[in-house]
């Protein structure tokens, strides 16, 4: 029943265009037509932006209600507005991420998903080919805490069974990324899980963020 399994059961998870990837650095090649992401009140605090967090069984997904976060740039093919962020994390300090970057994987993986505009909804844009932009952070361990980190921390020791919810205050995306986020890699994938549709513009910064073994 596992990922082996899914080109079986769902037809897109057998594609060509499947995520996620090792990303082999010495095959990529430099585009400086890129140019620089946009991302529109990404600073602002959750005060200003209402976070819920819910236990989904295998990871804390955080949805936006207010929903005025945007992502343009970048190459992107289009502006993109915020609609959820989640972590990916592993047994150990070892392994955790989805991606690796020259065969080495990191503790703790975020992604945070966009939706196309001219779609309307998260859900009309999943099946289109340029219908989502993924931004992927990793993190590596460091010995101290990382400050930014403690909203979030704070909120998954309260939604320990499935399906519980928390309100998460004092969090500003914008902290999560690396202070240099025009340097990243690019390709074009699918969703991790199925159905598979190819339909992700991934991004994965290339300068991993810091959290302690604790924090993970």
């Known amino acids: 029943s596992g990922p082996d399994s899914w080109p079986q059961q769902y037809e897109h998870c057998g594609g060509m265009q499947q995520s996620p990837i090792n990303i082999d650095t ?26 819920n967090i819910t236990n989904n069984g295998h990871s804390g997904k955080f949805i936006s209600h207010s929903n005025e976060m945007y992502c343009k740039g970048g190459g992107l093919p289009g502006e993109f507005k915020t609609a ?25 993986e975020m992604h945070i998903v966009h939706y196309n505009t001219k779609y309307g909804t998260l859900t009309n844009a999943k099946s289109q080919p340029d219908g989502l932009a ?12 990382n400050p930014n980190f403690e909203p979030i921390t704070s909120a998954l020791h309260n939604i320990r069974r499935e399906g ?53």
Not at 88 to 96: L, Q
């Open 134 to 145: 993924v931004l992927g952070v990793m993190f590596e361990i460091s010995e101290t805490d």
């Open 84 to 108: 959820e962020f989640h972590f990916h994390w592993g047994s150990d300090d070892s392994r955790g991420s989805e991606h690796g970057i020259d065969m080495k994987n990191y503790p703790l």
């Open 164 to 216: 519980e919810r928390e309100a998460i205050t004092n969090l500003h995306i914008s902290n999560l990324l690396p202070k240099n986020p025009e340097m990243f890699y690019r390709y074009k994938g699918s969703l991790t899980t199925p159905p598979c549709f190819e339909s992700v513009t991934w991004t994965i910064f290339a300068v991993p963020q810091k959290i302690s073994s604790k924090q993970v």
């Open 26 to 51: 010495k095959s990529v090649s430099y585009d400086p037509d890129m140019g620089a992401f946009d991302f529109s009140q990404f600073d602002v605090s959750s005060n200003s932006h209402v976070f």
